[in-house]
């Protein structure tokens, strides 16, 4: 199912999330690697918890968002945003398709 | 004694109680006071077909989005006058190091307004207005899901303001708040009595909740309308981008603004009820922080994210071209909305809390400004051999993007925890924060009434003092902040009236500047009022020639429709009889 919704340009639209996922995930790893503070305290958990989170959600949010757009996308017209009850409007051309 | 008077009370109560039974046993049929036709059982909705009442009468019983948007948009822009002047009295008594005009505990009572009235009366109802006018409009819906919530959650914003500003009034001995508008425990308890246990503060806490509960109201009645109510073609693939902010923001409201209640309901029970949510043993102190940032974080992205979204629809209108990587935008939009819930203890990293939540919190601040700077690019690049027209509404919109850098990087600094040990509380952050609040958020609400002038009043602007405007607050914020920023470097601290003779060079040229926005602010009123009265009419649904570069969008197209109608009906225009000639 990934291939279907999930093509390489819906992919290439989201890479502007993946970015701060991975600068999360360069910290969890990093501070995972490298910290100063003792190991295995409550503190610690919920420093981890605090970049999971934020991690996790917005992976699902991001994985939502796009399935809901590019599944519209390739099931019913597009229209300019914002633009599609104008009078007379056309679909635009989907600047992906070559 | 004591009994005989409570149960006087007790009897009052009760009858009163009888008596709004009985009142509301008299409505026979609330199905017929439905101004949806659907809504009707039984085709009782006979409301729908009439016409509005006139007069004020309109205005305190309206349910139109439109209508209803209006107000929010007087409201807003009241509330920004208000603020305002309350900055300008500051500003000139920080032309002085001592205290002069006014006394420091009334400069500290103008301080805790004009925050306060700038964001929670001014920044949430402003943006409001455009999202009850226009969402609907875009989405090509009847009207809001819920009209009469939306009519209630505006109605709940008239009594927040006056509790919110109830210390100015002449209320025997209620005082201003002096709290600040964070309001930080355990100043604000009133444990230490004197000025911060009058009940200047109660009264605004109460306002400020009134406010939270509308906005709260509101969020749920866009994301029902933006889900529930878009018309066949409006894909979630073709949403403007403005209604995606909406969507956006309504989901951060709807999250953040209760705890922001539930917080406030604490406080008031500290100061009234001797409960110790907060009290310093306990470390209350932490808790009131991490609980109003936990609001007030994602509180700054509420404010931000319409205003990005209303310069993402405007800006490319002038530039001949689509929105660059319009779903960078939306994506990015979305990831705002998820990461700034991650982030509020960035306010708190000066307060000795835990260096290893410090650390979490400095990374997720790192990777918001991620989608921010993207947005930022995407704009650029909009603009990049575009068919720039450099109307009033694109000169906020450019000078929105270029306060937002400013306002963006200085903000990357501070999430550094080693910048941000030095620069806490300095000006710097508040230079940092006006730039973005003042030069970008306010620039875009501009933006959006410059350019939805027409569409409002059906009359255009002068075109002229459009630009005296923008210049005026172009360069009058820039020289403010900018002084702000250079006097945070040198180490003047914030919320004070009175300061060393040597910050002094810089506060007078933040005063300049914020005088030059005086002078503007009076230009625009100026211009909107005798425009909204004398003003050329628009003689058509497309003021702003969109349709020669293919920009025309759903509301200029309800505007033009409307226009039609309204000219079908013959008024007392010049009725073109000869229709349908032309082309």
Redesign the interface.
Known sequence: MATKVFDRDTLL??T??F??LF??LF?LVG?FVY?P?KLGST??I???M??A??FV??AI??YL??K???S??KS????????????G?EPIEDEHEE | MQITGQLTLTVLMGLFLVIIAAWLARIEDWRSYTPLGSGGAAGESGYVSQEKPTGISRWLTTVDHKDIGMLYGAYGVLAFVVGGLMIMVMRVELLDPGMTLISNSFYNSLLTSHGITMLFLFGTPIIAAFANYLVPL?I?ADDMAFPRINAIAFWLLPPGALLIWAGFFPLGDIIPAQTAWTLYTPLSTGAGGGNQANAGVDLMILGLHLTGVSATMGSINFIATIITER?E???????????WTILTQSGLILFAFPLLGSALLMLLLDRNLGTSFFAIEAGGTMLWQHLFWFFGHPEVYILVLPPMGIVS?VLPRFAGR??F????V???T??I???S??VWAHHMFATGM????R???M??S???A??SA?KTFNWITTLWNGKVRLTTPMLFCVGFVSNFILGGVTGVFLASIPVDLVLHDTYYVVGHFHYVVMGAIAFAGFAGLYYWFPMFTGRMYQRRLGKIHFWTWMIGSNITFLAMIVLGYGGMPRRYATYLPKFATFHQLATLGALLMFVGGLVWTYNFVVSWLEGPRVQDGDPWNLRDD??????W?WFQDRQETAITDGGDEDVVADGGTEE
């Not at chain 2, 073609?233 to 403007?240: F, G, P, S």
């Not at chain 2, 990587?325 to 960078?328: E, I």
């Not at chain 2, 835990?354 to 939540?357: A, W």
């Open positions: 639209d989201l502007v999330n970015i701060p600068i999360l910290f501070y910290n503070f503190e610690r919920l420093q981890y605090l970049l989170t934020p959600l917005l949010l991001t968002s796009g809901a757009i590019a519209t996308e019913s017209p597009v229209y300019m945003p914002g633009a599609a009850t104008v009078d409007a | 875009l090509g018309a073609e409006v894909t979630w693939a073709n949403l403007d981008i403005f209604s629809y689509r929105l990587g319009f779903k960078f939306v994506y990015s979305l990831a909305g998820v990461l819930f991650g835990d260096p290893r939540l650390a979490s919190f990374a997720v790192m990777a918001i991620i989608p993207v293919g920009m025309y969008t759903n509301e197209q």
